[in-house]
């Protein structure tokens, strides 16, 4: 009798455990887009600030050490931004000082600093290294830096920037921070000598991984090239493949509207992403 309840026991017990590990699949099945969704539409705003922040950097250059242009007549900082140029020799360095609060020409509202420290033209090319101090954008904060390799013109004529990044971004009312380390291309297709910021258009391509200390890790390629608008504090179009562990899908930012809107596309599903405000 004690051997027939003893092989009871281990078939009930058999089946609870099978039936809670199933339960347990079935779960996991059933949130994992959700979640790759929630991070990856951190990811997609870490994106979003730092092409957001390479367009200040690239104007506080262009504007205040770039090649001279008598057609200026529009500068993309307004009054609240305090610039310090102090050269040295064919280089020398700049400071964007934001204060505690500043919004600039096209809506993206920042503080703290930028540093920028630019090196003699030789070449035709110079090498530009920036870094942060307490910089923050649009509510999230940016730290770390990386190095600006800048071509007054490319084979196409163009200004062109390769930029290797290591940056960190906080985000808010969350402890979760995100690690971006990767390679740009950014080149200046539209605005060039113009004289005023609110025409100017770049398009990037490029990878880049990003890893969040919640354990997540996304690697990125372009594979429709992203386009800026200065006038845009979002990226406008472009797509960006994405590699989450054993999952990818695609990033898309739309057809060239000035939005806070992108989708992410997994396994034949689309998802919303709102970029901040």
Do not use: H
């Not at 360095?93 to 500043?102: A, E, K, R």
């Not at 920037?161 to 969350?174: K, M």
């Not at 910021?197 to 594979?223: A, I, K, L, M």
């Amino acid at each position: 009798m004690k051997n027939i309840l003893s092989k009871i026991t281990i078939v009930f017990c058999a089946t609870i455990t099978m039936i809670f590990m199933s339960c347990q699949v079935d779960n996991q099945e059933t949130e994992t887009p959700t979640l790759s969704t929630e991070n990856t539409t951190k990811a997609a705003l870490a994106d979003n600030i730092a092409e957001g922040t390479l367009n200040i950097m690239e104007n506080g250059y262009e504007e205040n050490a770039g090649e001279p242009n008598p057609l200026r007549t529009a500068s993309f900082f307004p009054s609240c931004t305090t610039i310090t140029i102090t050269t040295n020799g064919n280089g020398g360095t700049i400071v964007l000082d934001f204060g505690d609060s500043c919004e600039l020409n096209n809506g993206a509202i920042v503080s703290g600093k930028i540093n920028l420290e630019f090196g003699a033209i030789v070449g035709g090319t110079r090498t530009i290294n920036y870094s942060f101090e307490n910089y923050i954008y649009n509510g999230n904060g940016v730290s770390g830096g990386g190095e600006i390799f800048r071509e007054i013109a490319n084979s196409a004529g163009n200004p062109q920037s390769t930029v290797n990044e290591l940056i960190y971004v906080s985000f808010p009312n969350t402890d979760i921070t995100a690690t971006r380390e990767g390679l740009r291309i950014v080149e200046w297709t539209e605005g060039v000598g113009s004289g005023t910021w609110t025409d100017n258009v770049y398009e990037v391509t490029g990878n880049w991984d990003t890893t969040f200390t919640n354990g997540f890790n996304r690697s990125g390629v372009v594979t429709q090239v992203l386009v800026r608008k200065m006038s845009c504090m979002y990226l406008v179009s472009g797509k960006l493949l994405v590699e989450q562990g054993d999952l990818s899908g695609e990033i898309d930012w739309g057809n060239g509207t000035c939005d806070n809107l992108a989708t992410f596309t997994y396994d034949g599903t689309v998802y919303p992403i709102i970029l901040g405000n």
